[in-house]
């Protein structure tokens, strides 16, 4: 059996056959750091963080790239209104990703390139395409001319006519086509600039995902990721530029998200539904977050409710209070005991379960199927563990199972001891500034947190003392 994905650019799932042998590189489109990220983003960072574990468990030698957009206008008018630089705010705001991302059990990229660190190479892209009677200057900006790539369109499937309808609506005289956008902007006064055969100026958005792909994994990616919304203009531009100048396909599959809702209603500022990772870390144990991610195939729209986030925390909790059992009880049982009949029996039938996993993940990375499957482990583990006589080797193995499949999922990881001492200790001392505050909210957010990973807190004459369940 082998690894099939939704190619977007087909519209057919298929079978997934990299480049190049068991190489893969993947790219995903990262976040402008103008900002903390919201429920949104957190989904995809959610989704392609486990298609890239999953790939990298099923023996794939996986590159996973992921940018960060660090000059825009968004950048350049959050930077004003903060009274910083962009630079400035962009290193706020990176940080800020990273420990946001870190709560959500997202792992980092192998390369996180930053937009203004590739600009020379952008300026080069430009000026190849310029060369090839695919790019134009007017006054020190630069457009590409979408009629002269012949496949303009193809990753969007919508007509040609459609799109430029949508394209009118902001006009640029300038433009010889509708859709023609832009590769390099001219400089306005006061804002951050870079030299260029056009004058000073700074790249456009789509030419940084161009550049960046390449340099890190090839012409030709395996995979190009990201959210919905980015499927035209963003990922139907950078196709363009890449394809245009190298003559190659830009990449072999396309995956992309569904969209994310919040109570049925698209999130947006003015709705004033905008819930960012960063003041939902504050409320709920972010693991329960990415629990609700993964409940639903990650091409499925999703609906974040507090109902369904109940939900979400239930079933976790359900899954993770079997993890602790079994743990608990390997450090109770004696070695060799009861390998009787019952025991292969439950031996046979996990096996049975990691391989419905893997036919669950392969097709297509189905994490609700493949929770299912561990909610059955689950389910008959209980019913096991009431027998008299448990054998010590099908809890080896049983917990074993868990910590395998979760390591694809991001759950159950055995936290190294220190970690832990260190996780508790912080969550206490907010809890604890919480409470002087008089923001009970937090301080109960933060308990229940804790009782979510099995921590028990003491009031002792000498302060708080923590331990485990
Ligand atoms: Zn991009």
């Not at 459609?162 to 005289?173: C, H």
């Not at 998200?257 to 698209?266: R, S, T």
Request: proline letters at 4%.
């Amino acid at each position: 059996m082998s690894v099939r994905v939704f190619n977007t650019l087909t519209r057919k799932k298929e079978e997934f056959v990299p480049v190049e042998g068991k190489k893969v590189g993947i790219y995903a489109c990262g976040p402008t750091v103008y900002d903390y990220f919201h429920i949104g983003n957190a989904r995809i960072f959610i989704v392609f963080d486990v298609i890239r574990r999953y790939l990298r468990w099923r023996g794939y030698d996986v590159t996973f790239v992921q940018n960060f957009t660090d000059i825009d206008d968004k950048m350049i008018k959050r930077a004003n209104e903060l009274g910083i630089t962009v630079p400035e705010l962009a290193e706020r705001y990176i940080e800020a990703y990273f420990e946001d991302v870190e709560a959500l059990g997202v792992e980092p990229a192998d390369v996180h390139p930053k937009a203004t660190e590739h600009i020379e190479e952008m300026v080069e892209l430009i000026q190849k395409l310029e060369a090839k009677g695919m790019a134009y200057e007017v006054d020190g900006d630069v457009y590409f001319h979408t009629p002269a790539f012949d496949n303009y369109g193809e990753l969007s499937h919508q007509p040609l006519d459609e799109l430029e309808s949508g394209a009118r609506v902001d006009v640029d005289e300038r433009k010889k086509h509708p859709l023609d956008f832009v590769l390099w902007k001219k400089q306005k006064p006061g804002e951050p600039a870079w030299e260029s055969p056009w004058g000073k100026g700074r790249p456009g958005w789509h030419i940084e995902c161009s550049v960046m792909s390449s340099k890190y994994l090839g012409d030709t990616l395996d995979i190009h990721a990201g959210g919905p919304d980015l499927i035209f203009p963003h990922h139907e531009n950078e196709k363009a530029q890449s394809e245009g100048a190298t003559g190659k396909p830009f990449a072999k599959y396309w995956l992309h998200a569904g969209y994310l809702n919040i109570n049925q209603e698209k999130m947006s500022k003015s709705l004033g539904n905008f819930m960012t990772v960063r003041e939902i870390r504050k409320q709920i144990n972010p693991e329960i977050v990415r629990f609700f991610m993964l409940s639903a195939h990650y091409r499925n729209p999703i609906n974040y409710s507090p109902d369904l986030l109940e939900q979400a925390k239930s079933g976790l909790d359900r899954l993770s209070n079997v993890v602790y059992n079994l743990r608990d009880l390997l450090e109770k049982l004696p070695e060799g005991q009861g390998d009787s009949a019952d025991a292969k029996e439950r031996l046979a039938a996990l096996e049975a379960h990691r391989g419905r996993f893997v036919e669950a993940m392969d097709d297509d990375f189905n994490t609700a199927d493949g929770l299912a499957v561990l909610f059955d482990v689950a389910r008959e583990t209980n019913a096991y563990l009431k027998n008299a006589q448990v054998s010590r080797q099908v809890v080896e193995q049983t917990l074993a199972l868990f910590e395998e499949l979760g390591s694809v999922l991001g759950f159950f990881q055995k936290q190294d001891d220190e970690d832990l001492d260190a996780t508790v200790n912080e969550m206490i001392e907010k809890r604890q500034a919480a409470r002087k505050e008089k923001d009970w909210a937090t301080a109960d957010a933060i308990r229940d947190q804790l009782q979510a990973m099995g921590i028990v807190l003491e009031d002792t004459p000498q302060g708080i003392r923590w331990r485990r369940k």
